[in-house]
C-alpha cells in the first residue's frame, strides 16, 4: 500500500529488511485512532497493535537507530474536505504543527530519546537520506526552525495556520512552541512573540 503500513506488520517486515525506516508521529502517540488516515486505525487490532509497538517497539527502534526518520505525515486537507463522510473525505491528519512539541513532550521529556536524537530523526536524517540541501550549512540559505522548548501550551486546531484542522491530538497538553521558521534563508513563519524578526 503506497500510503502506509499498519505498525504490527511493518514493524515486523522491516526489522528483517533494515531498509531505511520512517515512523510518522500519529502512528508512535495516538492513543485513539484518528478518522480517515491509511492505512486506517480503526478496527481494535490496529488499536492494540498501535499501542504494544508504540511501547514496546517503536520507541526501542527509535532509540538503537533502525528508524531513521520520523516523518510528519502532513496532510492538512480544508474542513470541506474532511466532512464527506468516512467513504468520500480526503485521508489524513494535520502534522507540521503538532509533530515537534508532540515527540519533543512524549520522548524526550520523558527521557525515551535525547533533544539531539529528535532533531537527527526530523532534520539531518531526512536530509541525508533523500539527498536534501538545506539546514545550517555555511555560505547556503538557512532552512531551520526555533523552538522554545519551556513554552507550555495545548493544541488547539483552531489556532493552526495551516488549512486543515484535522488532528486526534487538539486538546493535548505539549512544551515546545515553533517561534521561527526559516526556509530557503526567507522568515516563512514567526510567532507574534518574536519581535523584529
Known sequence: MPWGVPVGE????????????EAARKRILTKTPPTTILP???TRRHTLALRAAAIDRIRVRIAD???????TDHAPHSVEEKSKGLEKSAFGIVGLETAFPL?????????????????????EGPRRLFGLGGGLEAGMPADMAVFDLD??????????????????????EVRGRTMLTVVDGKIVYADKKMKNV
Open 103 to 123: 515527540l519533543y513532550t512524549h520522548l524526550v521529556l520523558t527521557g525515551k530519546i535525547s533533544l539531539e536524537r529528535l532533531v537527527e530523526l526530523m532534520s
Open 40 to 42: 486506517p486505525l480503526s
Open 65 to 71: 537507530g533502525t528508524i531513521d526518520v520520523i516523518a
Open 10 to 21: 511493518g514493524l515486523r517486515f522491516l526489522e528483517s529488511k533494515r531498509e531505511w525506516v
Open 151 to 172: 513554552a507550555e501550551f495545548v493544541i488547539d486546531p483552531e489556532q493552526f495556520a495551516s488549512k486543515g484542522r484535522n488532528t486526534p491530538f487538539g486538546g493535548w
